[in-house]
């Protein structure tokens, strides 16, 4: 794998690939404790150091698992260990939510699950709608003061709320997000709108999730019979099941056969590939069920796509950037900035 790298404006270290969980434990779509522990020492054998969890994937039973694996080979010190809090369970209980309250007791469950005294990056899973910036940032650079928590991020979240938080962070010393968790592929690209220009200009890195849309890219689906993919997780009910099946993502996959065949790789790595070199991308969250799907998205931090590849498949998957931003065009840019085509040096 390639080197370590900083985790946007912090000192904290990861590969370029993290380890993603959400499968392991999975009674479902996952896999049981002695595959996810193969993944895991392939994942750390070949140069990875950085594991992302959540106390919500599978009812707190992989956060268990994690934390007899990492206990049982002694590596809680060579890695970085990332969970999430904010999806709450049911039963009529106020369990979820950004809120303070749910960040403290979300974070104790965690630790106790993990086995462990500190987490390494805690996220906000998702915002909530309600709670405000400065109840997340105060929580978090409490938390930070106890020494239960390294550094933090925030997932899922508008990017005007992770600019105030930030910035709130700042002008008051405070312990800054360093980071942002979000959908991105080939198949959603809604994030280059507002999230990666706000991650860019404000020193947080980008940490894509689901960079294969949940299975979907591999090329296993088809476009006359989705369910061709027997066993595969879209084709099961879980949250990442109903979306993906469009006429711009079929066209996309179409062009992303042709690259893979074009450059010799699988599909599933040259999409993987495709996100880990995305502007303000730091590392992306790999998920694998079995150990051949981890090292199919192993080999893309070793293969980066040749330009012609690359530029074919931002071609074809562009999205429509929409108002305000059609009118930054460099035609544009021009009429604004008085002649020629200005260049940001830090972009
Ligand atoms: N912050 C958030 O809200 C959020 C949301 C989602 C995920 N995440 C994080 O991101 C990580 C990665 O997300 P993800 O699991 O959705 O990633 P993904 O890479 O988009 O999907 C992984 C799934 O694709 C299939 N797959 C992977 N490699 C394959 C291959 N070579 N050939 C065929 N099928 C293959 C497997 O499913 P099947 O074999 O079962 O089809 C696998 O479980 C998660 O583990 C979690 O840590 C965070």
Same mark, same amino acid.
């Given at each position: ?35 996810? $522990? ?17 106390? !919500? ?26 969970? =999430? ?5 049911? $039963? ?22 993990? &086995? ?42 508008? %990017? ?59 090329? =296993? ?8 993919? %027997? ?12 979306? =993906? ?24 790595? !040259?999409?993987?590939?495709? !996100? ?23 080999? &893309? ?14 071609? %074809? ?16 840019? %021009? ?13």
């Amino acid at each position: 794998m390639r080197d370590l790298r900083t985790l946007g404006h912090s000192g904290l270290l990861v590969s370029p690939l993290t380890l993603g969980t959400m499968t392991m434990a999975n009674p479902g779509w996952g896999s049981d404790e002695k595959e996810s $522990g193969r993944i895991l020492d392939r994942f750390l054998q070949a140069g990875g150091n950085a594991i992302d969890t959540a106390d !919500v994937y599978a009812d707190g039973a992989t956060e268990e698992l994690l934390g007899r694996l990492i206990s049982d080979r002694g590596i809680r010190d060579a890695v970085v260990i990332a969970t =999430k809090y904010g999806f709450g369970g049911g $039963g009529g209980l106020v369990t979820g939510g950004a809120g303070r309250a749910t960040m403290v007791r979300a974070l104790e469950g965690s630790l106790r699950r993990l &086995a462990t005294d500190r987490i390494d990056l805690y996220w906000m899973h998702t915002w909530d709608g309600l709670t405000p910036a400065s109840e997340v940032v105060q929580g978090m650079a409490d938390l930070i003061a106890a020494g239960k928590v390294s550094h933090w991020g925030l997932s899922n979240t508008p %990017a005007w709320f992770a600019a105030q938080a930030i910035t709130l962070a700042r002008a008051h010393g405070l312990p800054t997000p360093i980071a942002l968790q979000l959908e991105y592929s080939l198949v959603a690209r809604d994030i280059e709108r507002e999230h990666v220009p706000a991650a860019r200009e404000l020193g947080m890195g980008v940490v894509p999730w689901s960079p294969l849309a949940g299975g979907f890219l591999t090329g =296993k689906y088809r476009r006359d019979d989705p369910a061709a993919a %027997a066993g595969g997780r879209l084709t099961k009910d879980n949250p990442f099941s109903d979306s =993906k099946f469009t006429d711009h993502n079929w066209a996309v996959l179409d062009a992303l056969a042709e690259v893979a065949e074009g450059v010799g790789r699988p599909a599933a790595e !040259v999409a993987t590939a495709w !996100v880990l070199d995305r502007p303000a991308v730091d590392t992306v969250l790999v998920g694998a069920r079995t150990l051949d799907q981890l090292n199919t998205s192993l080999a &893309a931090a070793e293969h980066p796509l040749p330009s012609d590849a690359r530029e074919r498949l931002d071609a %074809a998957s562009a999205q429509d950037l929409g108002y305000p931003y059609d009118i930054f065009t460099p035609r544009m840019a %021009a009429n604004i900035c008085g002649g020629g085509t200005p260049v940001h040096r830090l972009r």
